[in-house]
């Protein structure tokens, strides 16, 4: 099922991509499947009724879900903040030169 | 000790970040230490980083094939941070960071890690695209990049599903066919983006002809080098050539759309990076015919293009309107060119030579029929462009009194290139080396596994 | 009709995916890894296994958290990478909007918010220490810890008009990222590999345990921290 | 004996060397590059037949080599000729020239290294080594010419580009398939070759560089815009010389190869494949002929002449049988020759006047008389009158299509004869003869620097027409070697199976006749001698004289037969045209997009290969 959502997720981001021609709604599409990304990755080392990774008084046996994801999607989580804040970087600086987020419009303005 | 070449050109950004400005004179140096680094260091090494062995620590391979690649990109870091003009002010440190980066890429043995290092190039690569105020071109790109790290992530986590690891030698050896239809689909829309491929390289002309003399002549030559090594390294030696006929057609058609865009350009960079996209779609349709004389002679052709690359970007992005006050510029210009469009007595005649050959050793006809057609509207407008160049219409004196002489180093460091080009096409053999060696590396994927995982 | 096409693509993409579904396991029920069981058995040089919390000693790497021992020391090098990442585009955003000066709202800032900060402030930074030094016993670690400071960093520009730390956040940020690189290469130098765990890795669930992990997610805590303090600060910038 | 490949050394060096010489003082400069043409003329002269020298190995297997062979040595003298003389005439020519004459030279001397190693090479890919570094170096001289030129070298090097990529595929087939390149041994492969396919492709795909080079149909259509808008004098090196490495490659496809003898007769013994060719030559001569009637500009119609000529050299050559190969052969060397003389007396004309249009100058028989009598000999030879050499391979040519049967092919070769009278007639008339403009009274006769070549090569094109056995020597000794019958001489007389042409005899006849017509003009008095205004029709005077000018309309009556006649060029141009079109739409669609284009073929791209997967 989270299988499911997870697609649906990156199924949304790109709908928003086809669909939208504000730019910043294309970052957030960009965000969207990402996190869908991150989910199924989550979700991939799932093992249902087992804990976290965390040796602990409370779980001293080794019944763990797959810690490597969660490792990877640690990385690939901070990743994508910096690329986010690249991004809105480069936004604000567009929205400078064009007055504009407007896909159609800034094509306008840049073959003048 | 291989880990030196990525920990040492991000030790010099980490510590200097607040003395930004100084920065500009270390490069060389910096570059200078990673070249005689590689030649110190012993080929047949695998580096278990933090003591942890494959197929469970991260591992950084110096085989035959990475350690020549190596040298290629340091040489070509080397030569351009000795040309200080081009770097604008805040860019050094992402150039040492870029340097770090494609080091690792072309180091890594383990699949995520790539995908790390392939972030770490894209964020440097947007930064440097967002030059010269060109904020849309730059977004664009990253959009586009980041959507093909999505997928290359997928396929990474795919591989690892489906082998249990991360390993690059281990997942060779243990993928199973029912992955091999899956990953490398998600994997070759993750790599498309970077090695240009259509129709995903749609930001080729926005950010490489942003006027930029940096972003091309680093994008165009030792970033496009090393994806195509991590191309190679991925689709030959991980998944054993499976995929690689999707690839060939995706090449051909690259090579055909790109060089019929480039004829009608008006821009000099813009048609210089269509022509860009065009030798990497006839580099990995080369290199689909998956043998070590295909390989040969893909990397051998690629290194040529660089070489020519370097150049021509470099002129076209610095060069006014004509080659009035900078013959000597010209001459580097004009020998880039023809190497280019593979004349003879120039490098690129031999690599042409050598892609025909194999082709025809495959009893591949389609290939020279592209090739060949392709090379024709190449020389058609790289030639217009030359002419052009050297004999300008009605340039007016002030413009004249405008245009500025290029420093001497810019021409020193362009003449030489242009010297290793006629060099290259009397005795190719120091360029066919590297390509022979990287060929040998990445197709016998037999002893890189043994060489990663031990003896097996 | 653009919608309509959009979807249809959409659907096909999703479809791709689903195709892809009888590869990998069913939720819930997938099977650990012949690498996962190594990290969590520390078992990757052949003398751990059958762990206990508390008792276990001089292990391979000695961290409770085992997301953490793969983080920071199985795969350190990935980490070293991805704090590269943020520390590029903090750069990055630090090169596009240069020249741009720091936001003034032209009216002192709300009384609670100020006085509020004056509370919350050292409880957020104290939160976020805890976090990054604990990270090798308790969810958390370096990366959540800075982010818990960078957002008391932003309470701080939200309040005062004329704070402005980029400065300090250059200095830490590169000294930070240095101190890891360096202690990667004393390993370097101590054991000749990389990135190598030197240290005595002690027992397993102590504070002062498994080595250099803390160290590093210390490190790496100062260098998000400063990293994100310094987007949030240039980001709170205009032209 | 010097080797021939320090010979293309010293001229690569040479062009340093000349280039540096001349940045201090062009005129020195272009003695140097006479003298070494020159000193090569006399090297290549001295070259035995036979003489092997290897160069290097670029291809596993196959050892790159000069070899003398006779006609490679045959057309390299007639290249050197050409060349040399050009560069004799260049020596005062350069003066006027207003930029780059150091380029300019170097680039000669580039040129000519790659001409000499085309014609020695003794395999296909040493021939496409110095044919692309002669295209080279001619592509880098065009665009110093006129406003079209840069335009016009972009087209020259493109259609070049077509032809010797077509060979170049041709090569490697051969490559793939037999594992060698020697001439000899691919002739001999391709006798034992079963199939018929194959040597078709490899003929047609090697003739194809000569076509596109030599300006056949439908490849012709570089030759107007190029030697039209290229520096003057190095107009006549290209249409003289570099067009000659067109047949060469032909005469080796057709010849080397031996086509008759590996493909079954077609008709009376000639190949269909070289029936085809035949007729390409047969187009070429209608478009060029035909073409070349409608020009103004004295430049392009002699281009357009050249294409005409080169469709003979082909019909020559294609009929490949004892006549026809020499007839095609010589017509090689007059060609050279004429084209030679006619674009250096235009180069004269231009050096003194500063145009090339046709309706501009008038008269200048006057002031330029010894210019007038270069170009005189040298259309009188391009349309194959007696007493000169051309017309004894046009003689030859008609001798063997009509042994060979091919009647529509012989009209229209007669009917390309004839149009080269009308077309040599238009600048004759317009430029030489008529009424001196005023603007050209002070137009004074160029030095004898320029002079000196233009008489030799005059003196050359009569000497051959009245003596022509050195040239026939070469081509007996050509057509031995290649196993064709040797055509029959003896003396001034040529034999064949139709009769024979005794050339003595002929200009005997000519020169009795012209002595008696010099006796008549100067015994009858002249005419009067009026001014250009001083004329009046219906009453009224004229003023713009222009209207009547010679040139204005020349042919009209003529023209209006095929005033809409289809045009290659505007074709070539509507190709070019498509294929930026379709740049401009791929553009658009794949690389101009936004983010959302980008996903939406990056979506696409997945579908693809979802839908290519299961």
């Known amino acids: ?112 | 000790m291989s880990a030196l070449l990525i920990a040492v050109p991000l030790l010099i950004a980490f510590l200097f970040v607040p003395l930004k400005n100084k920065i500009k004179y270390i490069l060389p140096f910096v570059a200078l230490f990673s070249l005689i680094l590689i030649l110190k260091l012993p080929i047949e090494q695998v580096n278990f980083l933090g003591g942890w062995k494959a197929p469970f620590g991260i591992t950084l391979v110096l085989d035959n094939s990475s350690y020549y690649s190596l040298i290629v990109v340091n040489i070509i870091f080397f030569l351009l941070s000795l040309i200080p003009q081009i770097i604008e002010k805040d860019l050094s440190l992402i150039f040492l960071i870029l340097m770090a980066s494609i080091n690792g890429l072309i180091l890594t043995g383990d699949l995520f890690n790539s995908f790390v290092f392939l972030e770490i190039t894209s964020v440097a690569a947007y930064i440097l695209s967002s030059s010269k105020r060109n904020y849309y071109g730059a977004f664009k790109y990253l959009i586009l990049g980041s959507i093909a790290g999505a997928f290359y992530l997928l396929g990474t986590l795919y591989s690892y599903i489906g082998t249990g690891s991360l390993n690059l030698a281990d997942i060779s050896k243990n993928i199973n066919s029912e992955f091999l239809a899956v990953v490398p689909i998600l994997i070759f829309i993750g790599l498309a983006v970077e090695t240009k491929i259509f129709p995903l390289a749609g930001w080729v002309p926005d950010v490489y002809a942003s006027g930029s003399a940096l972003t091309p002549a680093i994008l165009a030559t030792g970033v496009t080098f090393s994806m195509m090594y991590l191309f190679g390294r991925i689709f030959i030696t991980v998944f054993h050539g499976e995929f690689l006929n999707v690839v060939y057609i995706f090449g051909l058609i690259t090579v055909v759309v790109a060089e019929l865009s480039a004829l009608k350009q008006d821009n000099l960079l813009r048609a210089l990076s269509f022509s860009s996209i065009a030798q990497a779609g006839l580099f990995l349709s080369v290199i689909s015919m998956n043998s070590y004389e295909s390989l040969t002679a893909g990397y051998f052709h690629l290194l040529n293009d660089i070489t020519a690359k370097f150049v021509l970007f470099i002129i076209a992005a610095s060069i006014g309107k004509s080659f009035i006050k900078n013959k000597t510029t010209g001459i580097a210009f004009s020998i880039a060119s023809f190497s280019l469009i593979g004349f003879p007595l120039f490098a690129g005649f031999r690599s042409k030579l050598l892609i025909l050959k194999t082709a025809f050793l495959n009893q591949n006809y389609i290939l020279p029929i592209i090739l060949l057609f392709a090379t024709i509207i190449e020389i058609a407008y790289v030639l217009r462009w030359n002419i052009k160049l050297w004999y300008p219409d009605n340039i007016l004196p002030q413009e004249k009194e405008k245009t500025q002489k290029l420093s001497w180093n810019v021409n020193l460091i362009l003449l030489i290139v242009a010297l290793v080009i006629i060099v290259i096409g009397f005795y190719p053999d120091i360029y066919l080396k590297i390509a022979q060696n990287i060929a040998s590396g990445l197709t016998n994927y037999r002893a890189y596994v043994t060489n990663v995982l031990g003896g097996m | 009709m653009r919608r309509f096409l959009s979807a249809l693509i959409v659907l096909g993409l999703i479809m791709f995916f689903i195709s892809t579904l009888p590869l990998i396991p069913e939720f819930g029920k997938a099977s650990l890894s012949k690498v996962s069981r190594a990290f969590i058995d520390k078992d990757v040089n052949g003398n751990g296994g059958n762990i206990q919390y508390g008792v276990s000693k001089d292990l391979e790497n000695g961290a409770a958290n085992v997301v953490t021992s793969i983080v920071v020391d199985y795969r350190s090098f990935d980490t070293l990478g991805e704090v590269t990442v943020l520390f590029t585009s903090a750069l990055g955003v630090g090169i596009i909007l240069s020249g741009y000066k720091r936001k003034k709202f032209g009216r002192e800032p709300n009384f609670i918010l100020r006085v509020s900060v004056g509370i919350l402030l050292p409880l957020i930074l104290l939160f976020g220490a805890y976090v990054f030094i604990h990270g090798h016993l308790t969810p958390g670690g370096g990366f959540p810890g800075g982010t818990i400071i960078a957002a008391g960093i932003l309470l701080l520009y939200l309040s005062n008009e004329e704070f402005d730390l980029s400065k300090t956040v250059k200095f830490v940020e590169g000294i930070s990222g240095s101190l890891y690189v360096i202690v990667g290469l004393l390993g370097l130098a101590v054991s000749g590999v990389f990135l190598i765990n030197f240290l005595p890795t002690g027992v397993v669930g102590n504070l002062f345990s498994s080595g250099i992990v803390p160290i590093i997610y210390i490190l790496i805590g100062f260098k998000v921290g400063a990293e994100l303090s310094g987007i949030v600060a240039e980001l709170h910038r205009e032209g | 004996m010097i080797p021939i490949s320090y010979l293309v050394l010293v001229f690569l060096f040479g062009s340093v060397v000349s280039y540096l010489i001349t940045k201090a003082n062009r005129i020195v400069g272009a003695i140097f590059n006479f003298l070494l043409t020159f000193y090569a003329l006399f090297v290549l002269w001295n070259l035995e037949i036979g003489h092997t020298e290897k160069l290097f190995s670029i291809l596993e297997g196959v050892e790159n080599t000069f070899k003398v062979s006779s006609l490679g040595k045959y057309f390299s003298i007639i290249s050197l000729i050409v060349i040399s003389l050009v560069s004799f005439f260049i020596i005062e020519w350069i003066r006027k020239k207003p930029s780059r004459p150091a380029a300019f030279n170097a680039f000669v001397l580039i040129m000519s290294a790659g001409i000499i190693g085309v014609f020695f090479s003794n395999d296909l890919l040493t021939l496409y080594i110095f044919w692309e570094i002669a295209v080279l170096g001619s592509f880098l001289i065009v665009p110093m010419g006129k406003e079209d030129s840069k335009k016009a070298a972009v087209i020259y090097v493109v259609t070049s580009a077509i032809g010797s990529y077509m060979y170049l595929f041709a090569t490697f087939s051969i490559y793939n398939k037999y594992g060698i390149l020697e001439f000899d041994q691919v002739s001999r492969f391709l006798l034992n070759e079963p199939s018929n396919l194959f040597k078709w492709f490899i003929i047609l795909f090697i003739a194809s560089a000569g076509i596109a080079k030599s300006g056949i149909f439908p490849l012709h259509t570089w030759l107007r815009i190029t030697h039209g808008n290229a520096p003057d004098a190095f107009s006549a090196i290209l249409s003289g010389q570099l067009v000659k490495m067109g047949s060469y490659v032909l005469a080796i496809s057709l010849s080397v190869f031996p086509s008759t003898k590996l493909l079954a007769s077609f008709y009376s013994g000639v190949p269909l494949l070289n029936y085809i060719l035949i007729w390409l030559g047969n187009i070429s001569i209608i478009i060029g002929t035909f073409m070349a009637i409608r020009q103004n500009d004295m430049k392009q119609l002699i281009a357009y002449s050249s294409v005409a000529n080169g469709g003979y050299i082909l019909v020559g050559l294609g009929v490949m049988n004892s006549i026809g190969y020499a007839g095609g052969l010589f017509h090689v060397f007059n060609h050279a020759i004429a084209a030679a003389m006619i674009f250096l007396s235009f180069a004269a004309v231009v050096y003194r006047t500063g145009t090339t249009k046709i309706d501009e100058m008038g008269g200048l028989i006057w002031k330029m008389p010894w210019t007038f009598v270069t170009y005189l000999v040298g259309i009188i030879s391009l349309a194959g009158i007696p007493p000169t050499s051309g017309f004894i391979s046009k003689w030859m040519i008609f001798n063997a299509l009509l042994t060979k049967g091919m009647f529509v092919t012989l009209t229209i070769t007669f009917i390309g004869s004839v149009g080269s009278f009308l077309y040599v007639f238009r600048p004759l008339a317009g430029v030489f003869l008529g009424q001196l403009k005023k603007k050209h009274y002070e137009v004074k006769e160029v030095s004898p620097v320029m002079l000196i070549p233009m008489l030799v090569l005059t003196l050359l094109t009569l000497f051959i027409g009245v003596y022509p056995k050195p040239v026939l020597d070469f081509i007996v000794s050509i057509e031995n070697s290649l196993g064709i019958k040797p055509i029959e001489y003896s003396g001034t007389i040529i034999k064949t199976s139709l009769g024979q042409w005794d050339t003595l005899t002929v200009f005997t006849m000519f020169a009795v006749g012209f002595i008696i017509a010099l006796v008549l003009y100067i015994i009858f008095p002249r005419g009067k001698k009026v001014e250009l205004t001083d004329q009046y029709t219906g009453g009224e005077y004229l003023f713009n004289y222009d209207l009547y000018h010679y040139a204005t309309g020349f042919y009209r009556f003529l023209e209006r037969l095929y005033d809409k006649h289809p045009s290659f060029e505007k074709l070539y141009g509507m190709l070019v045209s498509f294929f930026k079109s379709m740049g401009e739409i791929i553009n658009e669609l794949f690389y101009k997009v936004s983010p959302s284009g980008y996903v939406f073929w990056i979506s696409i791209v997945i579908l693809i290969l979802f839908w290519v997967r299961w």
């Not at chain 1, 965000?31 to 869908?36: Q, R, V």
């Not at chain 1, 976290?52 to 409370?58: D, G, H, Q």
């Not at chain 1, 929205?95 to 094509?107: F, P, R, S």
């Open chain 1, 1 to 112: 099922m989270v299988y499911y959502i997870s697609f649906i997720l990156i199924g949304i981001g790109i709908y928003g991509f086809l669909t939208q021609k504000n730019l910043f709604k294309h970052l957030i599409s960009l965000t969207i499947i990402d996190t869908a990304i991150n989910i199924f990755i989550i979700s991939l080392g799932y093992i249902s009724g087992e804990e976290a990774p965390i040796y602990s008084k409370y779980t001293p046996i080794a019944n763990f879900v797959d810690p490597l994801p969660q490792a990877l999607v640690l990385t690939a989580i901070v990743i994508g903040v910096g690329i986010l804040a690249l991004g809105v970087s480069l936004l604000i600086k567009v929205y400078e030169k064009y007055g504009t987020l407007d896909v159609e419009e800034i094509v306008a303005k840049e073959g003048k």
